[in-house]
């Protein structure tokens, strides 16, 4: 069948938070004692909801991995928080390659993300560029939930064969797409050529690998 929409992650993928010294979800897990193994019980207590402040989402979050809300602790993660000045930046290449792509295809946005990262992408306008958008704090689902993928295919009329994911994740962006019938394609950038400080990096290989969105018309 051939390709209708094409589906993106954010995260690492089209965009990443500019100037910051580490990327924030590593300091909020180091504060927590917590490590990566952990990331999808920080996603479900963080990213699946909106919050009014975030005192509120530390607080549910704590609560969710067992860990007391201790006021001390609560603070200091706020000030670390609201003391970096996030940036949520995309990369070169997106805007022209977005243009691009929906002359022929329409385009949605997937992405586990907490309510003030969304708010600020927003904000920026950078939701003009898609078709579909689609956090995770906004539809209560975390990839790799078929639900997820779903939401966006209907949103953009179409079916998994006629659907191309593009993310840096293997397992969650990748092999969950593939799973639907959907084709897939692993993007995996040069951050250091950017200055971007990702939470973890992917090490999986794919039949079908891209380092820029330039050369993503190959797989479509």
């Known amino acids: 069948m051939p390709t209708r929409a094409i589906i993106f992650d954010l995260w690492n993928t089209l965009a990443y938070n500019k100037g910051v010294r580490k990327n924030p979800i590593v300091m909020l897990e180091e504060m927590l004692g917590l490590n990566m193994n952990l990331y999808r019980e920080v996603e479900?207590?963080?990213?699946?909801?909106?919050?009014?402040?975030?005192?509120?989402?530390?607080?549910?979050?704590?609560?969710?991995?067992?860990?007391?809300?201790?006021y001390r602790l609560v603070d200091r993660i706020v000030m670390m928080w609201e003391g970096l000045q996030l940036?949520?930046?995309?990369?070169?290449?997106?805007?022209?390659?977005?243009?691009?792509l929906r002359k022929k295809y329409k385009v949605g946005l997937i992405s586990n993300t907490?309510?003030?990262?969304?708010?600020?992408?927003?904000?920026?306008?950078?939701?003009?560029?898609?078709?579909?958008?689609?956090?995770?704090?906004?539809?209560?689902?975390?990839?790799?939930?078929?639900?997820?993928?779903a939401l966006a295919m209907r949103a953009l009329g179409a079916k998994a064969n006629e659907t191309v994911m593009v993310g840096d994740n293997l397992k969650d962006d990748v092999l969950a797409a593939e799973r639907l019938g959907m084709k897939a394609v692993l993007i995996k950038r040069d951050f250091g050529q950017y200055d971007a400080k990702p939470s973890w990096v992917e090490t999986g290989v794919h039949s079908r690998i891209i380092s820029s969105l330039k050369e993503l018309d190959r797989f479509l």
């Open 44 to 70: 479900s207590g963080f990213m699946t909801r909106k919050f009014g402040t975030r005192r509120e989402a530390i607080v549910n979050l704590c609560k969710h991995i067992g860990v007391k809300p201790d």
């Open 114 to 149: 907490e309510c003030f990262s969304a708010q600020e992408f927003r904000e920026k306008g950078y939701d003009k560029h898609f078709d579909y958008v689609g956090f995770s704090c906004e539809t209560g689902h975390l990839k790799p939930s078929p639900d997820v993928f």
């Open 87 to 100: 940036n949520i930046t995309l990369f070169p290449d997106v805007v022209h390659a977005m243009r691009h």
